[in-house]
Structure formats: C-alpha cells, structure tokens
C-alpha cells in the first residue's frame, strides 16, 4: 500500500510537475481549440457531400471518410510529421498534429453528422420546398438544425474523445499535458506525474460527460 | 384542339392545368394520362381508392414527384422545362401535407415566417405581421409562440395551412389533410379549409372526407387505376354517377 502511494500519488512529486503539466494543459487546449471547431466544420462538409445526390461528390465524400476512420490516428501523426519531410514538406509538430487530427476528426464527425442529417423525415424537405426555399436554405434552416439536435450527445461523445485523443501528439514530441506528464516521469522515476494529468482530464471532461447524459436522458423522454 | 386552347397551350381561363401526365415507379406505371383543368376559385376534390394514383398526381402538380411525361401549367406557366425557375413556381403553389410537416425546432409563428424571410426576404417585422394575418385566418394568432410539440394535431394542420397561405398562392394542394387527425379533430382543420375557398382561393384537395366533398366542392374528381375515371358536379358524382368503379367505391361509403 505504501509503496502504491509512493509511486503512484506522491503530492510532493505532483507539486513539483505541475507547472510543467499545466503548461502541457495549455497546449493540450490550444490543440482542441484548432482541432475540434475545424473536425467539426470539415466533418459537417463531408457529411453533406456524403448525402448529396451528385454520384462524384458522394462518393468522394465516402472515399475520404472511410479511409480516415481506418488509418489509425497514431500511424497518421508518424506520416504527416515524419513522412512528408521525405517530400520536401518541413512542417512543425503543431501543424503535424492540427492536420492530422483535422483529418481524423473530420471522418469521425462526417458519420455523427451523416446520421443526424439521415434521421430528419423526408417531409421535412417536402414542406419547405413546396414553399420555395432552395435546397442550401433548406439545409440550413430546416436539415441541420434538427440534425445537430438529434446527435448532440454523439458530437459532444465525440468532443470528449478527440480531447483524450490529443495525448497522442506526443509520439510527435509536441508537449502537450501527457509528453509533459510523461518526461517529469522519466526525470523522478515516479508515475504520479500522470496520475495528476488523468485527474486534470477528469476535471476538464466530466462537466461535459455529465452534460451528455442529461442530453441523452432529455432525448430519450 | 387549337380553339379550346390558347397560345400558351391551356385553356385560357384555367389556374391549375394538368396535361397528358404519365408517371411510373419503375415498371410500375402509376399515372396514365392524367387531364385536369382547374379554374380561378375551383375547389376540386379527387376522390378514389388507395393506389389510384391520385396523391402522386397531387404531388406532381408542384414537382415533389417528377413526372415522365406531360405538364404542369400555373396561369399558363410552366412549371417544367428549361429556364423554369422552380423555387419561384413553387411559390405560387401552397401544399398542405396529411403528416403536417410542421418544422419541430420552431415556434407556429417561425414555421409560417421561415419562407416568408428566407424566400421573399422580407425583414422580420413585416414577415412577423404577415404571420399573425394568416395565423389569424386559421383561428391560432394566440398560439403563435407554441411548438408544434404542444399543440394538437389539428392545430398543427392549421398551422401549415397558415404556412402555405402566407406565400400568397396561386393555388392550393391538400393531400389528404385530414387523415391523419383525430375524428373529433377534422372538423376545424375542414372549416378552415372552408373559409380559404370562401376568400377565392383555387383548391385541389385529395381526401376521403365525403360529406365535406359533397357540401364545399365545385366539383369532383374520381380516379382509378391511374386514369381519371369520372368528373362532374358533387351532386352528380354522388347521386348519379355514370361509371361502374365510381359506384362501387362510393358503395363502399355509403354502407
């Protein structure tokens, strides 16, 4: 029992590593910040091109998302950090990591924006193209807004899941919370380090856990 | 045929025509020549069996279904072809749906203002007092905050008929209005649908509500299997009618 609490919640260690963690936090954040708004966007493109009844486009949009959703993210960061300076391409690991993730993230948002798109009743178009209103207004006015509605829980379940997934950016050395986390481990010979920035993890993702679950229960009623 | 039509192919007075329509889902053909005229002011009303093709024949008349062949005039416009801007006809054809299709994420009032705005550009306030004359009309002005959610499946069908009365149409298709709704419900959703025809609006109603057809028609239409069987005055179809199918099914009614 000692030896666990020696090793794994040494307050004293988590002292000393926590300005260090929490400047990873910091870039931990700066990555969702970029990460999840433009996943978002690229993944909400791709799921109305996924939809779209030009047979290219379609495809296309399928072609991208099935590929990035089985391409494992961390072979994708090694690629785009350590493949493309073989093309002449010198890119800095943030970038590495924002392009990387943007393209995973895109595929995975694609398919939750897919389903909600999917799940709006047909005469919901009916009724506002029978008033005039283009196919891009109908999209926006009636579509998506009852689309993001019926996903919410699965986009803000996906949020949850890209900000843990940021912890891979440090196979790319960028010091986000867990390379931080990790090289005060490697300095003291001591795990506590990480155990405070899976606590920092759970600080930051359970208001947003239990927001789901109140989403999902308001649903489900 | 060129004394009964004008230049532009219909006859001159009719709002709604209805010419040479063939449509067919997959091998199935569903609509075999369908011919229909319907004046300035005409409730007409399309009766038949289910299968009869009489809701694809609604649903052509503004192009949710693509015919295969014939057309669709408005005042003489066509509504296929090139250079036929669709969203601008569309605009000048109401369509009441039997499911409703009220927009859940809004207010009755955003549901009657949403193309208003978004399609004649109107500036809020204008599309706003626009909504409340034609929530007035349906008898809903003091429901104009409520969802669709809270409100009754007949309150729901007024709704969209204020939705589509606000666009100033030309002419209106209801595709069976009432059949989704509660017995003790239609009578509302059928006296609004009265006083629209009271204030001059051209209607085309595909419904089972007989005595309704009976009592508010200018004239009414039977199909059967994809044709256009019989025509005439109410009280003809109903009391006389000359072929074999239409009596049968109105047997049916009858008990």
Not at chain 2, 111 to 132: D, F, G, H
Request: one cysteine or more.
């Amino acid at each position: 029992m000692e030896a666990i609490i020696q090793q794994f919640f040494n307050i004293e260690i988590m002292i000393k590593a926590l300005p260090l963690v929490l400047k990873g936090l910091g870039v931990t954040l700066l990555i969702c910040a970029v990460v999840i708004p433009l996943g978002a966007l690229g993944g909400l493109f791709a799921a109305i091109a996924s939809v779209s009844k030009n047979r290219a486009v379609r495809w296309t949009a399928i072609g991208f998302v099935d590929l990035f959703r089985a391409i494992p993210p961390l072979v994708l960061l090694i690629f785009i950090y350590a493949g493309l300076p073989f093309a002449g391409i010198q890119i800095s690991p943030f970038v590495a990591v924002a392009v990387g993730f943007f393209l995973n993230n895109s595929a995975y948002f694609a398919e939750v924006f897919r389903a909600g798109i999917l799940s709006v009743p047909k005469g919901q178009t009916e009724a506002a193209r029978s008033t005039g209103m283009t196919q891009g207004q109908t999209l926006f006015w009636v579509t998506l807004p009852q689309a993001v509605r019926n996903v919410l829980p699965d986009l803000l379940s996906n949020v949850v899941e890209v900000v843990k997934l940021t912890s891979l950016a440090s196979v790319v050395s960028l010091g986000e919370m867990l390379h931080a986390a990790g090289l005060v481990r490697s300095l003291t010979y001591n795990a506590s380090p990480l155990v405070l920035a899976a606590g920092l993890y759970l600080v930051l993702l359970w208001p947003l856990i239990r927001l789901i679950s109140r989403f999902e229960r308001k649903i489900d009623t | 045929m060129a004394s009964t039509y004008n230049e532009k192919g219909t006859p001159s007075s009719a709002t709604l025509s209805v010419r040479a329509l063939h449509k067919s889902f997959g091998v199935l053909p569903v609509l075999k020549g369908i011919d229909l005229h319907v004046q300035r002011s005409e409730m007409v009303f399309v009766l038949g069996p289910s299968g009869s093709g009489k809701s694809t024949m609604l649903r052509c008349c503004n192009l949710l279904e693509e015919p295969d062949s014939g057309a669709i005039l408005i005042e003489g416009d066509k509504l296929t072809g090139p250079g036929v801007d669709l969203n601008k006809m569309r605009q000048r054809i109401g369509m009441v749906f039997q499911s409703f299709n009220l927009y859940p994420h809004l207010s009755a009032l955003g549901n009657v203002t949403l193309a208003l705005r978004r399609v004649l550009k109107m500036p809020r306030e204008q599309a706003e007092s626009e909504a409340i004359a034609a929530l007035t009309k349906v008898g809903l002005s003091n429901r104009a905050g409520h969802f669709p959610s809270q409100l009754s499946g007949g309150q729901q069908q007024r709704v969209a008929i204020a939705r589509a009365l606000a666009l100033k149409p030309t002419v209106m298709l209801f595709d069976e209005p009432t059949s989704a709704l509660d017995p003790e419900l239609v009578g509302d959703v059928l006296d609004v649908m009265r006083d629209v025809k009271e204030q001059g609006m051209t209607m085309l109603v595909v419904s089972h509500e007989m005595k309704f057809a009976r009592d508010a028609a200018d004239r009414v239409v039977f199909m059967d299997g994809g044709v256009i069987v019989e025509q005439g005055p109410p009280e003809q179809i109903f009391g006389a009618p000359t072929q074999e199918r239409t009596r049968t099914f109105l047997s049916r009614f009858h008990g």
